[in-house]
């Protein structure tokens, strides 16, 4: 491991010890976030509400000093809602942007499955394309941007399911879970005089991230790695439980969340145990299964790690 890269781990490690004080018993939920961060992805956090899924997006932004902005999504909420309006000035004689929340670093978009698809759209076009247009003119998001979109499992009346085309925007898809006993208690101890959000202190800068993440862009995915991710992505659309399986976008984004995980573990190359970990993350939410699979009680992530067994790993030469 040169000096470089021990640098760069000590750097992103003390970045997610910095959210753990607020995440506890959470670090490799915090990881793959930061992963989907430094590859310049998005997030979809599916869990029960009082998880700490608000808390994890207002750490990670507190700890990278960025902007952070909240849109709650509801039914009533339109697409000028989330990017902003034109505005006259009686006074200045013309309108004037006024800018939607969208326009913040890092955005946490609450229970998007709560609101219309009109304004879905509106979000995951922001998301795609990193820019917005309003009034015919287009207008840039800033840089970082960051979504992570959270939605409600056990809530199903009054929403409106992401298709598949949509699911296939984000990244990563991530569960948290409920802690275990020690660790309540511990969220306990560290609530007892006040939020642990308020003690949350910058431990890195915008110029350090959009560093990295131009980094990330450089960690070197070999040809054999290269045609292992491609076979493992091939491969969802043959298995006969799988009806739809992952898309080329799929193909590139598990690349990517690969060479992100790379450089986390202080590698300036992918190997095939980086991709084999970050499959299950990447691909599970694309794929549709058949009914046959969902009868049987078969879930994504068990016909991923099943398909991954049965996919031959390369071996580097040389």
Do not use: C, W
């Amino acid at each position: 491991m040169n000096q470089q890269m021990a640098e760069q781990r000590t750097q992103i490690q003390t970045l997610i010890d910095n959210i753990e004080t607020v995440m506890v018993g959470k670090r490799e939920t915090i990881e793959l976030t930061i992963v989907a961060l430094l590859a310049q992805g998005h997030v979809l956090l599916e869990d029960v509400p009082g998880v700490g899924k608000t808390m994890l997006v207002r750490s990670i932004a507190k700890s990278l000093d960025l902007d952070f902005r909240r849109i709650q999504f509801t039914p009533d909420l339109l697409p000028s809602d989330v990017t902003g309006v034109s505005i006259y000035n009686q006074k200045e004689m013309e309108f004037q942007f006024q800018p939607g929340p969208i326009m913040g670093n890092i955005v946490l978009a609450d229970e998007i499955n709560r609101t219309s698809p009109k304004t879905q759209s509106a979000l995951l076009e922001s998301m795609e394309e990193k820019h917005i247009t309003v009034d015919g003119m287009t207008r840039p998001l800033n840089d970082p941007f960051f979504v992570l979109a959270t939605q409600n499992p056990i809530e199903y009346e009054g929403t409106y399911p992401l298709p598949e085309a949509q699911l296939d925007r984000f990244l990563i898809k991530l569960k948290m879970g409920y802690p275990v006993k020690q660790e309540e208690i511990t969220m306990l101890d560290r609530s007892t005089h006040g939020h642990p959000i308020d003690a949350v202190e910058p431990v890195m800068t915008r110029a350090d991230l959009l560093e990295k993440q131009e980094e990330v862009q450089d960690i070197h995915v070999s040809a054999s790695v290269k045609q292992y991710i491609v076979e493992i992505v091939t491969n969802t659309r043959k298995h006969p439980l799988i009806q739809l399986g992952a898309s080329p976008r799929a193909s590139i984004a598990l690349m990517k969340a690969a060479q992100a995980y790379a450089l986390i573990q202080s590698r300036d190359y992918v190997i095939p145990d980086d991709v084999k970990y970050m499959a299950p993350h990447v691909l599970a939410h694309r794929l549709q299964l058949t009914a046959e699979a969902k009868f049987e009680g078969k879930t994504d992530k068990q016909l991923l790690e099943d398909l991954i067994k049965k996919t031959m790993i390369p071996v580097e030469r040389g």
